[in-house]
Antibody, heavy 116, light 108 residues
Framework: EVQLVQSGAEVKRPGESLKISCEASGYSFVTYWIAWVRQMPGEGLEWMGAIYPGDSDTRYSPSFQGQVTISADKSINTAYLQWNSLKASDTAMYYC?????????WGQGTLVTVSS | EIVMTQSPATLSVSPGERATLSCRASQSVSNNLAWYQQRPGQAPRLLIYGAVTRATGIPVRFSGSGSGTEFTLTISSLQSEDFAVYYCQHYNNWPPWTFGQGTKVEIK
């Protein structure tokens, strides 16, 4: 059974750094892209970027390029989404999802709250 | 970046009726188009991929059509559990792969 298990909810201050994780199991981690998707409160889904763990090829939506960093550690089947300096506008639910372009499997989401 | 535009933003339908949702791409995405359903408080789930293929376990009342730039998701007879938000997403060529803004299907 394919599973994506995300790290727990976070509450942070503006300017702080953060790295959230997505641990995959039940399939070959290097086979599919892993994407990160943002959902701000009451809003739609936004495709942020994705990494292909097989060769670490990483692509970003122009809206998120330079704002976040996506990485993966294939030795532990885990993908990461990282911020160097959080803003209040980063408050959202973040999902990881995987598949061959389409997103067949989704994590449960990580709620990130940024507030002073 | 390819822009995906969904219409309408909200669709009011009575249980048992048909719902038709549209998705348009700003340039051709061939048949590399997926539809997702998101119920309140849940992660999205894949309904349709390749524009027309139902994902595993998806009921036959869900069907997809289209290619190129125009796509449709049809729900033939709405059940109570189908009232949700639906998103299209293209995955043509290389990333970035974008979502539409969503269509909310609500009870009339």
């Amino acid at each position: 059974e394919v599973q994506l298990v995300q790290s727990g909810a976070e509450v942070k201050r503006p300017g702080e750094s953060l790295k959230i994780s997505c641990e995959a199991s039940g399939y070959s981690f290097v086979t599919y892209w892993i994407a990160w998707v943002r959902q701000m409160p009451g809003e739609g889904l936004e495709w942020m970027g994705a990494i292909y763990p097989g060769d670490s090829d990483t692509r970003y939506s122009p809206s998120f390029q330079g704002q976040v960093t996506i990485s993966a550690d294939k030795s532990i089947n885990t993908a990461y989404l990282q911020w160097n300096s959080l803003k209040a506008s980063d408050t959202a639910m973040y999902y990881c999802a995987t598949g061959p372009g389409r997103l067949d499997y989704w994590g449960q989401g990580t709620l990130v709250t940024v507030s002073s | 970046e390819i822009v995906m535009t969904q219409s309408p933003a909200t669709l009011s339908v009575s249980p048992g009726e048909r719902a038709t949702l549209s998705c348009r791409a700003s340039q051709s995405v061939s048949n590399n188009l997926a539809w997702y359903q998101q119920r309140p408080g849940q992660a999205p789930r894949l309904l349709i991929y390749g524009a027309v293929t139902r994902a595993t376990g998806i009921p036959v009342r869900f069907s997809g059509s289209g290619s190129g730039t125009e796509f449709t998701l049809t729900i033939s007879s709405l059940q109570s559990e189908d009232f949700a938000v639906y998103y299209c997403q293209h995955y043509n060529n290389w990333p970035p792969w974008t979502f539409g803004q969503g269509t909310k299907v609500e009870i009339k």
